[in-house]
């Protein structure tokens, strides 16, 4: 189990279309956010998390019930109310996830963040002490907390601001662009920018937490972005999350991770770049190890269910090409595993992503880091393309620090009737080999689903229209 952080606010970070921006890192350092151009598909003005505050609810401090990791000091307890009280001024709902006990029947409630009790999705599911935190109150899911309903962030911050449908209409238009500039540019090892080669901070820990990290934001606003089935899908977790006690993490199993990990503050540490003329590589990984190889000049294979570099089977990373233009690495990410995000929502098959790495400096010229703005496709799990914009702040080149850190999994915790139970050493039981490529995690909540009616025109279980 991991323990989450909040993160004070700082100064926002904007890439503005056809200027030259000065930001603001963490440090109040001053760096130019790239060069100056002008783009129908990158720099847009983005709203960043940092401005927001968290929802909650969650607690930090103190000792036993409502204490976090490391606490001593008083309960400090950011939500709105708890054990069972209800917010001033707030009606809440005759029915909520803590206290339904059918939550297909009640999806007419899911666009009111009274159902969740103004949670984030990171609060909701830590609210059983999954993160060392426990403020779910002393009679169960019916005594859990509030969040904080007067906070959100707007859902126009969560989506792409650009008019393309698909990623591929989304490469297109920029590599037009490149060679309207005379591009794209061709790199050899005297002219590839080598000084990206090297250590860049963990994100969350120089505060570029993006709406992403699931703390700033309303789920019922989250959920907004989802097409039906993938919101019944949402809400099938947090159900288990919050109202049964029944976490089914990926790291829990030594699962993989899924592609929209790379971009969660609990599952991601220092990144290590290395460039090359043909190939730029990115690892990062606390969770899993998460490696993209980015093959630059390479082109996609348009047969088959979605474009592809090798076979015409989904990796759990997708596979990655792309071009620069400049000073800018443009990337197309494809052939993903669907796969789930705990505290925000799974993916399909379907999953692509355009990606630019845009160069900041200081006012000296000197490489700060590297602005990362992802648009995200997914024609089956989103109503529209969504964005996240965070920087990469530098930390050294790859002569000084401590060498890139591969993880590997010791399973200690395996689903004992359904639900995750550390075992010891010696210990025996009966294990079902679940299907890796058909919603593990939803096999086993059917286990305290039986009394519920699932939608009749959903197969909720199955991941054969993705294939």
């Avoid at 047969?303 to 000073?327: K, N």
Wanted: a neutral charge.
């Amino acid at each position: 189990m991991r323990r989450r952080a909040w993160t004070a606010a700082v100064v926002v970070s904007v890439a503005l279309i056809g200027s030259t921006v000065i930001t603001q890192n963490p440090a109040g350092q001053n760096q130019t956010a790239g060069a100056a151009v002008k783009s129908v598909g990158r720099g847009a003005p983005s709203v960043h998390a940092r401005d927001f505050q968290p929802l909650g609810p969650n607690a930090f401090g103190g000792r036993g019930r409502g204490a976090g990791r490391g606490g001593g000091g008083p309960v400090v307890f950011n939500g709105s109310a708890r054990d069972g009280a209800t917010p001033p001024g707030i009606e809440p709902l005759k029915i909520d996830i803590f206290t339904s006990k059918d939550f297909y029947k009640d999806r007419a409630l899911w666009s009111d963040k009274r159902y969740f009790r103004c949670n984030s999705g990171a609060a909701l599911e830590a609210q059983w002490g999954g993160n060392g935190v426990e403020i779910i109150g002393p009679n169960g899911p019916a005594t859990a907390a509030w969040g904080h309903c007067d906070r959100d962030m707007p859902r126009s911050a969560l989506v792409s601001p650009y008019a393309f449908k698909t990623a591929q209409a989304h490469y297109e238009a920029l590599m037009a662009e490149a060679k309207s500039r005379g591009g794209p540019t061709q790199h050899t090892y005297a002219t590839v920018p080598g000084e990206w080669t090297g250590r860049y901070a963990r994100p969350a820990s120089q505060g570029n937490d993006t709406w992403f990290f699931m703390q700033k934001v309303q789920i019922s606003t989250v959920l907004s972005l989802l097409t039906p089935e993938y919101q019944t899908r949402a809400v099938q977790e947090h159900y288990h999350q919050g109202n049964t006690n029944v976490a089914h993490w990926p790291s829990q199993y030594c699962w993989p991770e899924g592609f929209l990990r790379r971009w969660h503050q609990a599952a991601v540490g220092e990144h290590q770049i290395i460039v090359t003329p043909q190939l730029v590589q990115i690892m990062t990984g606390i969770a899993r190890n998460f490696v993209t190889n980015i093959y630059v000049g390479r082109q996609f294979n348009l047969e088959g269910a979605v474009p592809r570099l090798g076979a015409d089977v989904p990796r759990w990373y997708g596979e990655t090409i792309g071009f620069w233009d400049g000073d800018a690495l443009i990337t197309w990410t494809s052939n993903v595993q669907g796969w789930k995000t705990h505290a925000a929502f799974e993916h399909s098959n379907k999953m692509q992503s355009i990606e630019i790495y845009t160069p900041n400096r200081d006012e000296n010229g000197r490489l700060t880091g590297l602005t990362h703005e992802a648009i995200l496709y997914d024609p089956e799990a989103f109503v529209e393309p969504l964005r996240i914009v965070r920087n990469l702040n530098k930390a050294s080149g790859p002569e000084t620090g401590d060498p890139h850190t591969y993880i590997e999994c010791v399973q200690t915790i395996y689903p004992v009737n359904g639900k995750g139970t550390p075992l010891s050493p010696g210990a025996t039981f009966q294990y079902e080999v679940l299907d890796m490529f058909g919603r593990p995690w939803a096999k086993l909540w059917e286990r305290y689903e039986k009394n519920m009616e699932k939608p009749v025109n959903e197969d909720l279980f199955d991941f054969s229209k993705n294939k």
